[in-house]
């Protein structure tokens, strides 16, 4: 092999070096930035609703579609993060595979109150109803809330 081959082979090897970790150092905060916390603003906690899957729609207040809103689903029990998905252009989001029992799904959009609701994941017959999260301002007397539809 001669030596330009070699010299080039070596600059090369070491561009890639250097741009992996560029990617993770970019990686990195974004994902921390996003780490989904349970949060939970609500004055009287409501009665969980009862349905088979956890999908639906987040709106805002006037039933504009929010997308890119964050989404966690958390257990009762401990609020332990079982998943998070963000909604899609329309303000739809889904979760797959969820086990029977109870969870919280958090709803987070900036500047917006969270969306604490309590679920109780039943049996396949109210699998038609889907959890519809409207989204309020901080100041109004009630924060953000889901009903099931």
């Given at each position: 092999?001669?030596?330009?081959?070699?010299?080039?082979?070596?600059?090369?090897?070491?561009?890639?070096?250097?741009?992996?970790?560029?990617?993770?150092?970019?990686?990195?905060?974004?994902?921390?930035?996003?780490?989904?916390?349970?949060?939970?603003?609500?004055?009287?906690?409501?009665?969980?609703?009862?349905?088979?899957?956890?999908?639906?729609?987040i709106?805002?207040?006037?039933?504009?579609?929010?997308?890119?809103?964050?989404?966690?689903?958390?257990?009762?029990?401990?609020?332990?993060?079982?998943?998070?998905?963000?909604?899609?252009?329309?303000g739809?989001?889904?979760?797959?595979?969820?086990?029977?029992?109870?969870?919280r799904?958090?709803?987070?959009?900036?500047?917006?109150?969270?969306?604490?609701?309590?679920?109780?994941?039943?049996?396949?017959?109210l699998?038609?109803?889907?959890?519809?999260?409207t989204?309020?301002?901080?100041?109004?007397?009630?924060?953000?809330?889901?009903?099931?539809?």
């Amino acid at each position: 092999m001669t030596t330009m081959k070699k010299t080039g082979l070596l600059a090369f090897g070491m561009l890639g070096l250097l741009a992996v970790p560029a990617a993770h150092a970019q990686a990195g905060p974004a994902v921390a930035a996003a780490a989904p916390a349970y949060v939970d603003e609500n004055d009287k906690d409501p009665a969980p609703l009862k349905i088979g899957a956890i999908e639906g729609k987040i709106h805002g207040l006037g039933g504009d579609a929010m997308s890119g809103a964050s989404i966690s689903l958390f257990t009762e029990d401990g609020h332990s993060l079982v998943a998070t998905v963000v909604s899609d252009k329309n303000g739809k989001y889904k979760f797959n595979k969820v086990d029977k029992g109870l969870y919280r799904v958090v709803a987070l959009v900036p500047g917006l109150c969270p969306a604490n609701i309590p679920i109780k994941v039943d049996s396949s017959l109210l699998v038609h109803r889907k959890l519809d999260i409207t989204m309020q301002p901080k100041d109004i007397d009630t924060c953000s809330y889901g009903m099931a539809k």
